[in-house]
């Protein structure tokens, strides 16, 4: 048996109005530095960033924060929301909520780290908002994923739940351990009804960038691409395609035995990748 | 190979346990060549291989002979490591009812991942 100890991530709750309503969002965060917000993917929680908030090199020079995106992890629906017959996430509304958090905990210019609905989302901000952020990286980041099976199966009430880590299980990459497998797929079972699903109406329908890549400026907001060759939700080839249309010299590394969830599933492998982008924002 | 399946598959009590709530039969095609596979209470309990006249069965799928073989190596490379992976880049058909298929999702990515050859 080895010690009991507290691990160095603080979680608390934040209150703050996001779209013209209260919520309350679970709020991790660890180190001092330059803020690194760091958003989940598509029906999971910031469970996923564990590695990152518990490392000592990376929290030694950032402010590393993650947060549940609402109606995730331990972060509530708004009052009312029974009222609504799905949840849905679009891309008008994830951008406000980043940007709202953001700007609720003072954040001064973040570096903001996605995946996969979080990699798509940062192509958004770099775009929309170049000189709110230092500058983005985007994991298993691409300008659209065009459906291939269909999502109703997601939520309804004839099929279980856990039916979206069934659906997400072969993204996870042949390194990853079989703790950290199971544990990335258990953020996925514990997903509320219908909240998958939803997040994917973002990823594969009211997300698409793909014309508007090229607008964006690097010079103000650098881009940094990172996805697991494993992935075949947002492919190698999405990514390669991405990094063309932006230009400017953008960079797509792709990571070798992994797969869609990078950070939860093989953390050590992401960051050797990660590490010299890291290196390169705070300019060493 | 096909007729290694109810042998691997019933030998995993945590396959089985699973699957303990399914009731299906269902066709797997390997190219050119069928087979009818039974499953009852999440064990495999008839195979049966074609050609048949009137097969019945809830759901089918489907793939090419290279394409399972692929899937079936004892280290997938990327985009045949899993059945989501053969469907996505449309190597893979699922034709039918496939409630039972969806609704125990674990258990057929398990059952199909048993005929993978060992290193």
């Known amino acids: 048996m080895s010690e009991a100890l507290f691990e160095p991530i603080v979680g608390r709750y934040l209150r703050l109005d996001l779209l013209g309503k209260s919520h309350r969002l679970y709020v991790e965060e660890a180190g001092q530095g330059i803020p690194l917000l760091c958003l989940h993917t598509a029906g999971s929680d910031a469970r996923q ?12 020079r950032f402010r590393v ?25 679009t891309a008008a509304d994830y951008r406000a909520i980043v940007t709202g958090v953001a700007q609720a905990m003072g954040l001064d210019r973040p570096v903001v780290m996605g995946c996969s609905i979080g990699g798509r989302i940062v192509l958004h ?20 994923v065009d459906p291939y099976y269909d999502t109703q199966w997601l939520y309804r009430p004839d099929v279980h739940g856990e039916v979206a880590s069934a659906v997400v299980s072969g993204l996870i990459g042949p390194s990853a351990t079989d703790a950290n497998r199971w544990e990335t797929l258990w953020h996925y079972m514990q997903g509320g009804p219908g909240i998958f699903k939803g997040d994917l109406y973002f990823y594969k329908v009211d997300g698409d960038i793909r014309p508007r890549l090229g607008e964006i400026d690097v010079t103000r907001c650098p881009v940094y691409l990172l996805t697991g060759e494993y992935d075949y939700s947002c492919t190698p080839e999405d990514t390669l395609a991405a990094a063309r249309a932006i230009g400017q010299g953008t960079q797509a590394i792709i990571m070798e035995g992994m797969g869609h969830f990078p950070m939860s599933e093989d953390p050590e492998g992401l960051l050797a990748h990660l590490r010299p982008v890291l290196d390169r924002i705070v300019g060493v | 190979m096909i007729g290694q399946l109810a042998e691997r598959a019933n030998a995993d009590p945590l396959l089985v346990h699973r699957g303990r709530f399914i009731d299906t039969r269902f066709l797997l095609s390997v190219g050119d060549r069928d087979w ?5 209470d999440g064990r495999v309990i008839d195979i049966a291989e074609g050609p048949f006249v009137m097969p019945r069965y809830t759901f089918a799928l489907r793939a090419s002979a290279a394409d399972w073989d692929a899937f079936w190596s004892p280290a997938p490379r990327p985009g045949y490591h899993d059945l989501f992976a053969l469907i996505r880049f449309k190597r893979l058909a699922v034709e039918g009812d496939m409630h039972s298929f969806m609704a ?15 290193a």
């Not at chain 1, 924060?65 to 996430?89: N, Q, V």
Request: positive net charge; charged residues 20%.
């Open chain 1, 65 to 89: 924060i993650a947060f549940d995106l609402p109606w995730h992890g331990k972060s509530s629906p708004p009052e009312g929301w029974h009222l609504e017959p799905e949840y849905r996430l």
């Open chain 2, 36 to 40: 009818l596979i039974r499953i009852l």
């Open chain 1, 49 to 60: 960033y564990r590695a990152i908030l518990n490392d000592p090199d990376v929290t030694s």
């Open chain 2, 104 to 118: 125990n999702l674990f258990y057929f990515k398990g059952l199909l991942a048993k005929l993978r050859r060992t």
């Open chain 1, 125 to 144: 901000l770099a775009l929309e908002h170049p000189d709110a952020f230092r500058a983005v990286i985007g994991l298993q980041s691409g300008g659209h």
